[in-house]
């Protein structure tokens, strides 16, 4: 499906995570390991946090190894906050629109996974939206319409609530039309202060996600390792799977949760779907 990666943290260099660790996300995007696709090479992007109110976002159509941009790009920006995605489309078109992270005002938003039979629940899906966020959804994208949903939902005043209800009506909506399993999500989603990251799926069995382990201490075992030396002790990485394989250096993120990061704190929550109140 997708592999991405959520850091926070003091600046960094985007090349740094990008593209110099081991298994890094552009290596993922050829040969990734642990995702449903070896190859994620339908577009990638990156949104990051600067000097402006809302962050910026750079979107391609093409594979992310094999980008130019990307890497000239990545060589020349640091930043304390950004979310890098590589896509494999699950059948909606290889455009800019469909790649992620999306973004609303100050909020990014990017998904690995996907509603089940999406072209069966689309139209009651992109119904349920608030009419006044509707005419922002610019592609045709399952991932899309579910940051929309989550939005609708109240994302902007509580994020983990907001998620839960839109999973509730995804899974609500799937089941009416005969879908066992309607969701699949791993799920990343920051204001530029704060980043929340799920792992949930209908029939349990989520797609990969891990967290970093604390800098220091791994700046400690690990002495001889430039990229550790990089980063500050409060950094924080959540990746769809591991960056290498250093011993103790990544947790696997549990199923149904969800990880909440803020400055050098890391909260792990229970993760379930929640029915919106009549």
Known sequence: MCRWLAYSGSPVMLEDL????ANSLIVQSKHSTLGVESVNGDGFGIGWYGRGATPGIVHSMEPAWNDRNLRELSAQTATGRFFAHVRAST?????????HPFRHDKWLWMHNGAIANFHSVKRDLVMAVDPSLYPEIEGSTDSEVFFFLALTFGLEQNPRLAVARAVSLIEETGRRHGIPFPLQMTVATTDGNTT??????SERLSRSLFRSTEISTLRHQYPDNPVLHELSDDARLIVSEPF???????????ESSCVTVQGGEAEVHDFAPTPERP
């Not at 059948?91 to 790649?99: H, M, R, S, W």
């Not at 929340?196 to 799926?201: I, M, P, T």
Request: aromatic share 16%; hydrophobic share 30%.
């Open 196 to 201: 929340w990251a799920f792992r949930y799926s």
């Open 244 to 254: 290498g394989d250093l011993r103790g250096a990544w947790q696997e993120i549990p």
């Open 91 to 99: 059948g909606t078109p290889i455009q800019q629109t469909n790649c």
């Open 18 to 21: 990008l593209y110099k660790p």
